[in-house]
């Protein structure tokens, strides 16, 4: 399923941004969906996680308490809420499909067998 982000920009240390995550030809709540990111001259890392069922949902450590997921069925798209941003939060933004329960969806071996990410958004702290 090919997964479209939005809503990135540029937002100060502090500040907050909504993502948006949305399928264009199929409906999302067949599927866990995934938030991951690339900052510049690092991996690709996982950045949290929720079921198709909204009963499960993960964060990296580093997001935890900052960062909330959600998703809208009814409107066919994930969202990940971003509070109290950092410098380090910047980076480019995808969404994509994760395994079961989410279970290993930020897993290297998972990250680095994804063969389509999709056009990211862009996500810029800073003062």
């Known amino acids: 399923v090919q997964l479209q982000a939005s809503g990135g920009g540029l937002v100060r240390p502090g500040g907050s941004l909504r993502l948006s995550c949305a399928a264009s030809?199929?409906?999302?709540?067949?599927?866990?969906i995934g938030w991951f990111r690339q900052a510049p001259g690092k991996e690709r890392e996982g950045v949290s996680c929720?079921?198709?069922?909204?009963?499960?949902?993960y964060y990296a450590d580093f997001v935890k308490g900052r960062f909330t997921i959600s998703r809208d069925n009814f409107e066919n798209t994930v969202f990940l809420q971003m509070d109290s941003l950092k410098p380090e939060d910047t980076a480019l933004y995808y969404c994509?499909?994760?395994?079961?329960?989410?279970?290993?969806?930020?897993?290297?071996?998972?990250?680095?067998?994804?063969?389509?990410w999709g056009k990211g958004t862009l996500v810029t702290v800073s003062s």
């Open positions: 030809e199929e409906t999302l709540d067949d599927y866990d």
């Open positions: 994509a499909t994760a395994p079961p329960n989410c279970l290993a969806y930020a897993a290297t071996w998972y990250i680095d067998g994804m063969d389509s």
């Open positions: 929720i079921s198709r069922n909204n009963a499960i949902t």
